[in-house]
Nanobody, 121 residues
Framework: QVQVVESGGGLVQAGGSLRLSCEAS????????MGWYRQASGKQRELVAV???????NYADSVKGRFTISRDNAKNTVYLQMNSLKPEDTAVYYC???????????????WGQGTLVTVSS
């Protein structure tokens, strides 16, 4: 009963910027870590960036200095600001929310459907 929906993907030229958003909704008691992952065609899904409820962050080496993850706990939303985009950043970007379901002590990791980011050279 928890849903995660991403938005903000699209086509951008190399060197450009995009901002992804991800909102969790439903039977949420609290959300621990939220994060962004990506999967390029023919490759495995990989971590891009994660942020804890206390705003501690971790980034993949390939995006450090270019991407910034942030969250708004009041809105159950996580953002990914992507600057200086490169063609190798092209992928489907997925949001993940480690969510404690309302009325339970159960923690579940909920994935969104993904949003496509295409960076042209």
């Amino acid at each position: 009963q928890v849903q995660v929906v991403e938005s903000g993907g699209g086509l951008v030229q190399a060197g450009g910027s995009l901002r992804l958003s991800c909102e969790a909704s439903g039977s949420i008691f609290s959300i621990n870590t939220m994060g962004w992952y990506r999967q390029a065609s023919g490759k495995q899904r990989e971590l891009v960036a994660v942020v804890t409820r206390g705003d501690s962050t971790n980034y993949a080496d390939s995006v450090k200095g270019r991407f910034t993850i942030s969250r708004d706990n009041a809105k159950n939303t996580v953002y990914l600001q992507m600057n200086s985009l490169k063609p190798e950043d092209t992928a489907v970007y997925y949001c993940n929310a480690d969510t404690v379901v309302l009325g339970t002590l159960r923690s579940v990791k909920v994935w969104g459907q993904g949003t496509l980011v295409t960076v042209s050279s």
